[in-house]
């Protein structure tokens, strides 16, 4: 069993920092590519930033510059440092880690149950 859990959200003046963190747990194989996705009010699910296990990172545009994914490998955790951050950054942040569960299957998405973020004076 793949668990996934996120934790960081919160209340954030514009302007304001914020790090979220994930970290995948139970009984797994290899753990591949992480990403961080967002949901604001009303909206589809958006890609914000993705790793991949060899390091390759990959931006949504309106984040770049301002957003930094990192992982640590040995821990199986993954991190959004986010700064600067605007009211149209509010959105449920939710983790996703491409897994495979046992030896020589595919791998399968897993997702936390999200963590808000609110960006509001």
């Not at 992480?34 to 914000?48: D, N, S």
């Amino acid at each position: 069993q793949v668990q996934v859990v996120e934790s960081g959200g919160g209340l954030v003046q514009p302007g304001g920092s914020l790090r979220l963190s994930c970290t995948v747990s139970g009984s797994f194989f290899t753990l591949y590519a992480m990403a961080w996705y967002r949901q604001p009010p009303g909206k589809e699910r958006e890609l914000v930033a993705g790793l991949t296990s060899g390091g390759t990172t990959n931006y949504a545009e309106s984040v770049k510059g301002r957003f930094t994914i990192s992982r640590d490998n040995a821990k199986n955790t993954v991190s959004l440092q986010m700064n600067s951050l605007k009211p149209e950054d509010t959105a449920v942040y939710y983790c996703n880690a491409d897994v495979a569960p046992f030896i020589g299957s595919k791998s399968y998405d897993y997702w936390g149950q999200g963590t808000q973020v609110t960006v509001s004076s």
